[in-house]
């Protein structure tokens, strides 16, 4: 499974962006999707995952009711819906998928190559 992940920009603090994992391969719709993010200086960290029915979803505490996760498996496209952005939302992006949902990040075996959010204050 190949992914690549694209969306990411500068935008200000309350701002919104949309960011897109398009994925390759015929098996998209078998795999649990999720978005991670790594700040400047910090570990890797979980965001939020998706089921492959897209029925079930889960999020990090930090980015609950600001953020929503979907998939649309007729386009093997997974997305991340970000609002009210926070200065604390900076870092760059990573999509990733895996045969079951996880927050640790050693259980994911396929990456996008991560794209860049940058929320001014």
């Known amino acids: 499974v190949q992914l690549q992940a694209s969306g990411g920009g500068l935008v200000q603090a309350g701002g919104s962006l949309r960011l897109s994992c398009a994925t390759s391969?015929?098996?998209?719709?078998?795999?649990?999707m999720g978005w991670f993010r790594q700040a400047p200086g910090k570990e890797r960290e979980f965001v939020a995952a998706?089921?492959?029915?897209?029925?079930?979803?889960n999020y990090a505490d930090s980015v609950k009711g600001r953020f929503t996760i979907s998939r649309d498996n007729t386009r093997n496209t997974a997305y991340l819906q970000m609002n009210s952005l926070k200065p604390e939302d900076t870092a760059v992006y990573y999509c990733?998928?895996?045969?079951?949902?996880?927050?640790?990040?050693?259980?994911?075996?396929?990456w996008g190559q991560g794209t860049l959010v940058t929320v001014s204050s």
């Open positions: 990733a998928a895996s045969p079951a949902v996880s927050p640790a990040t050693s259980s994911w075996p396929y």
């Open positions: 391969g015929r098996t998209f719709s078998s795999y649990v």
């Open positions: 998706i089921s492959w029915s897209g029925r079930s979803t």
